[in-house]
């Protein structure tokens, strides 16, 4: 199987797409992988102008960096969800007078100390990181795996909590829109085939 850096290219992966819900993204009429590809060509053109970070931060880890241009458009729809909280722009994730998920990838300052701005390579490598971090976990808690259950399974994890995939089948279970992974990967394919 081919390898992107260490892991799994986006395209190795197989994925379901969205389950019609779209989430934040709003409804789209039909689910599947028509649903996530008509929702990742929505984000295509802000997600260009993030193109040179994302290549350097998955050169840098070592990771197939459209998974790094998938999840921008998952968890903030290539930027366009961020808004303004306590004076600083790039926050999400907002509730109750609060916002906990910082910058194009969304990490989560409960449980990590924000690094750069928003939309910076070194929030882009912070958020990498992590999600590595998950795919290893993954990795070692399901060692039978191949590379691209393990790697579509640490995308899963990165919403969820690596503790969180149980099985192949059922790992977005519990994740936003029970479809994080199988939305997410598809959008890495399709921005993928459109040179991201």
């Given at each position: 199987a081919?390898?992107?850096?260490?892991?799994?290219?986006?395209?190795?992966?197989?994925?379901?797409?969205?389950?019609?819900?779209?989430?934040?993204?709003?409804?789209?009429?039909?689910?599947?992988?028509?649903?996530?590809?008509?929702?990742?060509?929505?984000?295509?053109?802000?997600?260009?102008?993030?193109?040179s970070?994302?290549?350097?931060?998955?050169?840098?880890?070592?990771?197939?960096?459209?998974?790094?241009?998938?999840?921008?458009?998952?968890?903030?729809?290539?930027?366009?969800?961020?808004?303004?909280?306590?004076?600083?722009?790039?926050?999400?994730?907002?509730?109750?007078?609060?916002?906990?998920?910082?910058?194009?990838?969304?990490?989560?300052?409960?449980?990590?100390?924000?690094?750069?701005?928003?939309?910076?390579q070194?929030?882009?490598?912070?958020?990498?990181?992590?999600?590595?971090?998950?795919?290893?976990?993954?990795?070692?808690?399901h060692?039978?795996?191949?590379?691209?259950?393990?790697?579509?399974g640490?995308?899963?994890?990165?919403?969820?909590?690596?503790?969180?995939?149980?099985?192949?089948?059922?790992?977005?279970i519990?994740?936003?829109?029970?479809d994080?992974?199988?939305?997410?990967?598809?959008?890495?394919?399709?921005?993928?085939?459109?040179?991201?």
């Amino acid at each position: 199987a081919a390898k992107c850096g260490n892991y799994a290219c986006v395209n190795e992966i197989s994925a379901s797409g969205c389950t019609g819900t779209c989430n934040q993204d709003g409804y789209c009429g039909a689910g599947g992988k028509t649903c996530s590809e008509r929702l990742a060509s929505n984000d295509w053109s802000n997600l260009r102008q993030y193109q040179s970070q994302a290549r350097a931060a998955g050169s840098k880890k070592n990771i197939d960096h459209n998974l790094i241009g998938a999840i921008i458009s998952r968890e903030t729809r290539a930027g366009a969800a961020l808004q303004t909280w306590n004076g600083q722009y790039g926050w999400g994730d907002c509730y109750g007078g609060q916002c906990y998920g910082w910058g194009l990838m969304q990490v989560d300052r409960r449980y990590h100390n924000v690094q750069g701005a928003w939309n910076s390579q070194a929030h882009l490598e912070q958020a990498t990181g992590i999600l590595i971090d998950t795919i290893n976990c993954v990795g070692r808690n399901h060692s039978g795996w191949t590379l691209a259950q393990k790697t579509k399974g640490g995308v899963s994890g990165y919403n969820a909590g690596c503790g969180n995939v149980q099985t192949y089948d059922g790992m977005d279970i519990g994740t936003t829109g029970n479809d994080y992974s199988n939305d997410t990967c598809v959008r890495g394919q399709y921005f993928r085939n459109r040179g991201f």
